[in-house]
Nanobody, 125 residues
Framework: QVQLVESGGGLVQAGDSLRLSCAAS????????MAWFRQAPGKDREFVGD????????YYAESVKGRFTISRDNAKNTVYLQMNSLKPEDTAVYYC??????????????????WGQGTQVTVSS
């Protein structure tokens, strides 16, 4: 059974950094794409970025490009979201998601098969 468990959320001030983790288990993820989404109150779930597990290629939403970095640790089966220069508008619940990689970028939540429970990130001004 696939399980994704996020951790690392919290309350920070604008300009601070935070690193989220997503521990993956239940299968071999070498053929998977791992993504981060976020959802603010009253808004739709939004794509943040993804990483192709095999090779490590990444893709980011324009709103976070240059501030957020996604990486993975093969030995720990863990994906990270390093968030720098945080802004109040980054406040949201952040989710880790996974699906089999089919050669293109998947931006919609419905395209992902597995989800974590989410972790809250709050950025105060």
């Amino acid at each position: 059974q696939v399980q994704l468990v996020e951790s690392g959320g919290g309350l920070v001030q604008a300009g601070d950094s935070l690193r989220l983790s997503c521990a993956a288990s239940g299968r071999t993820f070498s053929s998977y794409v791992m993504a981060w989404f976020r959802q603010a109150p009253g808004k739709d779930r939004e794509f943040v970025g993804d990483i192709i597990w095999s090779g490590g290629s990444t893709y980011y939403a324009e709103s976070v490009k240059g501030r957020f970095t996604i990486s993975r640790d093969n030995a720990k089966n863990t994906v990270y979201l390093q968030m720098n220069s945080l802004k109040p508008e980054d406040t949201a619940v952040y989710y880790c998601a996974a699906t089999y990689y089919r050669g293109s970028v998947f931006l919609r939540p419905s395209q992902y098969d597995y989800w974590g429970q989410g972790t809250q990130v709050t950025v105060s001004s």
